[in-house]
């Protein structure tokens, strides 16, 4: 059963600093993985959606890569600001006719000014 | 850009009361879910549906829960009646055949 994990759970960056949210699953047989940015009590935005053919996918200054041998996904975050602050959840879809996500818990990220 | 939409947006019922949730996907989708999250942890899948009809459920949506797609625009999760544990964020979902999934703001349901 396919299981994602997301560490580190928090995370405090100064506002300009690059980072990166890591995430990993136990099945390295996804049909793709999508990244997600969730506000306090709302619902989840789509960031960025890399298909299991993929190594990377790119979006403004989100830069999403996809290792499925070693079962992993790493979100880089550039020049971070305040407004990047928020949970960063990843989710994967598994590899057979479902067409479920399975989420992780989620990274939470503040970035101070 | 196109959204899906939720009501309502928080939804206070007591125990052993039905409720429904509704839900507009995105209108040129042809997939829809629900999942929900409980306080604190993670997003959780409940059922997915295609071509009116449930396409896969996960062990959480038992014989209270039910959806339906009463037309071609709404897509609602009815559960029949409510426990505690059915307190949660519940999100609908939809998608195209471009695979990714595209979530509502979803709706707070707190029973008591």
């Known amino acids: 059963k396919q299981e994602v994990t997301q560490i580190p759970a928090a995370l405090s960056v100064p506002e300009g600093e690059n980072l990166v949210l890591n995430c990993s699953f136990t099945?390295?047989?996804?049909?793709?993985l999508q990244w997600f940015r969730q506000d306090p009590g709302k619902g989840l935005t789509s960031l960025l959606l890399i298909q299991s053919s993929q190594r990377e996918q790119t979006s403004g200054r989100l830069n999403a890569s996809l290792d499925k041998s070693s079962g992993r996904s790493t979100l880089y975050i550039a020049a971070s600001q305040p407004g990047d602050s928020a949970t960063y959840l990843c989710?994967?879809?598994?590899?057979?006719?479902?067409?479920?996500?399975?989420f992780g818990k989620g990274t939470t990220l503040s970035v101070s000014s | 850009e196109p959204e899906v939409t939720q009501t309502p947006s928080h939804q206070v019922t007591q125990m052993g009361q039905e409720v429904i949730l509704r839900c507009v996907p995105i209108?040129?989708?042809?997939?829809f879910y629900w999942y929900r999250q409980i306080l604190g942890q993670k997003v959780e899948f409940l059922v997915s549906f295609y071509n009116n009809e449930i396409s896969e459920k996960s062990e959480i949506f038992d014989d209270q829960f039910s959806v339906e797609r009463p037309d071609g625009s709404n897509f609602t999760l009815k559960i029949r009646s409510t426990k505690l544990e059915d307190s949660a964020m519940y999100f609908c979902a939809s998608r195209q055949d471009r695979n990714e999934q595209f979530f509502g703001p979803g709706t707070r349901l707190t029973v008591l």
């Open positions: 989710a994967a879809r598994p590899n057979q006719a479902g067409t479920a996500l399975i």
């Open positions: 099945d390295s047989a996804i049909y793709n």
């Open positions: 209108s040129n989708h042809l997939y």
